[in-house]
């Protein structure tokens, strides 16, 4: 939580061996972010992932990681970035993406290339970027429920579980709920035992969950 809304940071895989994961992970978002070393520039796995989130019509926030480096060369990696935008064919909108600086090992983001200033602000300047440039989710909360699965996990005390995004609608403990697959006849109805929402790297237990929830 922050400043009073939940943001959502799913991590995704890099390389293009993990590509149905990513698409999974990249249909449950509404914007990107892009984590770029200011020594080393955009990777391979850059290119495949953006590329991903482009065709998906994701926009593209920028922070450019380890600015604390002696050898880091952040004005020439922001020069890579956007070189690489126009390579994948980015349009106006996603060429205009907002960057911030700064360094995740010490925690702490800047608008511009200060480390001084910078250490002083935290991480307030990235979430700032994400509250002004990622467009607010409007799913129905009253529509029938749809939750998109992304990913299925096993659990030692409670089974199964699947991790997804509620598209539409609210979903409930021990509401009756069918699994579609493409392609297959929908299974009989199953009761949900348990929901977790994430706060930070941990799951909270819950009685329901809305649209726009992961």
Aim: charged share 25%; proline share 7%; hydrophobic share 40%.
């Amino acid at each position: 939580p922050y400043d009073g809304r939940l943001l959502n940071l799913v991590d995704t895989p890099g390389h293009a061996d993990f590509g149905g994961q990513v698409e999974r992970v990249l249909s449950m978002a509404d914007a990107v972010l892009l984590l770029v070393d200011a020594y080393e520039g955009p990777m391979p796995q850059t290119r495949f992932v953006l590329r991903k989130a482009f065709q998906h019509g994701l926009k593209a926030l920028v922070m450019i990681n380890k600015v604390d480096r002696p050898d880091q060369r952040a004005a020439q990696v922001l020069d890579e970035i956007f070189d690489l935008f126009v390579d994948l064919g980015a349009h106006d909108e996603q060429l205009d993406f907002p960057v911030v600086y700064g360094s995740g090992r010490d925690g702490w983001a800047a608008r511009e290339l200060d480390l001084e200033h910078g250490q002083s602000q935290g991480l307030v300047p990235l979430f700032e970027m994400i509250l002004e440039c990622v467009p607010t989710p409007r799913r129905d909360k009253t529509a029938p429920l749809q939750l998109q699965v992304a990913t299925v996990d096993h659990d030692d005390f409670i089974g199964r579980t699947a991790t997804g995004r509620v598209q539409r609608g609210t979903i409930r403990v021990g509401q009756r709920v069918v699994v579609c697959h493409p392609g297959r006849a929908p299974s009989p109805p199953v009761a949900i035992k348990q929901l977790f929402r994430f706060e930070g790297l941990r799951r909270t237990q819950v009685d329901e969950v809305r649209a726009d929830d992961i």
